[in-house]
Nanobody, 119 residues
Framework: QVQLVESGGGLVQPGGSLRLSCAFS????????MGWYRQAPGKQRELVATIASAANTNYADSVKGRFTISRDNAKNMVYLQMNSLKPEDTAVYYCNAKFVGTTTTREYWGQGTQVTISS
């Protein structure tokens, strides 16, 4: 069973930076596309960024140029570097792992980590 454990959230002033980490265990890390999603109070969960490989990343328009997703396949880790943070980035951030095979799809979520941007 895949387990995802996020860390690195917290309270930061506008314009600051945070780095979220997600530890993956329980399966073969490299076959999963990893992603970060977020959910603000009263809003639906939304995609932030995904990474299948270093050359295959995808970002929400709202974070392009400010956030960077990366993965370390040797450590089974995925990261989200967040710079130039804005109050509207405040949300619970969730790590996601997704495998799409020919006959099956598997998707897992972490428990979430709170990110609050406020002065």
């Amino acid at each position: 069973q895949v387990q995802l454990v996020e860390s690195g959230g917290g309270l930061v002033q506008p314009g600051g930076s945070l780095r979220l980490s997600c530890a993956f265990s329980g399966s073969i890390f490299t076959i999963y596309t990893m992603g970060w999603y977020r959910q603000a109070p009263g809003k639906q969960r939304e995609l932030v960024a995904t990474i299948a490989s270093a050359a295959n990343t995808n970002y929400a328009d709202s974070v392009k140029g400010r956030f960077t997703i990366s993965r370390d396949n040797a450590k089974n880790m995925v990261y989200l570097q967040m710079n130039s943070l804005k109050p509207e980035d405040t949300a619970v951030y969730y790590c996601n792992a997704k495998f799409v095979g020919t006959t099956t799809t598997r998707e897992y979520w972490g428990q979430g980590t709170q990110v609050t941007i406020s002065s």
